[in-house]
């Protein structure tokens, strides 16, 4: 059997509509609560909605005040997580061209981290999506980009954002402890 847990805190969606008829002031948030810090971290997600969008590093104390709040990089639709009792963010950089950038955003040391996803599959999407899943196993980051029509996952460094794949059903049956008849069932 396998068990998750959700230890997401707070998402949702805001944006302000100006007198252009354009999106501003928007934002995103998505946090989380670290083990042993007060109030909650996390990302959001601010701009026009449009390809020129940054992200935010935001604190927030307990009663969900704004404390603090600081522009790290460009991006969309983050998603925070805490790994290694750390958190962080992923997110990508939306752009026209055939290759886009995903990236990992350290938010206590304020870092980006650029991943490189080893033989990135051809795809008649130009992008991976970007509702990805991570999960921890061992102390290792793994990334869930899909799950149908077959399940696909990354391994990721968060040192150096090496990514490499992890889709064969022997190492998902090692790193996810599917017992054999689960996985026979698949």
């Given amino acids: 059997m396998l068990i998750a847990t959700l230890n997401h805190i707070k998402d949702f969606h805001y944006w302000n509509l100006g007198p252009d008829g354009t999106y501003q002031n928007g934002f995103y948030p998505s946090l989380v609560r670290v083990p042993g810090r007060k109030g909650y971290i996390g990302t959001c997600r601010n701009g026009r909605a449009n390809l020129d969008d940054v992200l935010h590093i935001i604190h927030y104390d307990d009663e969900f005040n704004l404390t603090y709040r600081k522009e790290i990089t460009k991006g969309e639709d983050p998603r925070t997580f805490v790994f290694n009792g750390k958190a962080y963010s992923l997110t990508w950089d939306p ?92």
């Fill in 95 to 186: 752009n026209h061209q055939e290759i886009l950038r995903y990236k990992l955003v350290d938010l206590v040391d304020e870092k980006v981290i650029d991943l490189y996803i080893e033989n990135v599959p051809p795809s008649h999407l130009r992008v991976l999506g970007k509702s990805w899943m991570t999960m921890q196993k061992d102390g290792e980051l793994y990334i869930l980009l899909t799950i149908d029509p077959e399940i696909n996952i990354l391994h990721c460094n968060v040192e150096t954002g090496e990514c490499t794949w992890v889709t064969h059903l022997k190492i998902l049956r090692e790193v996810f402890l599917f017992h054999q008849a689960e996985v026979e069932a698949l």
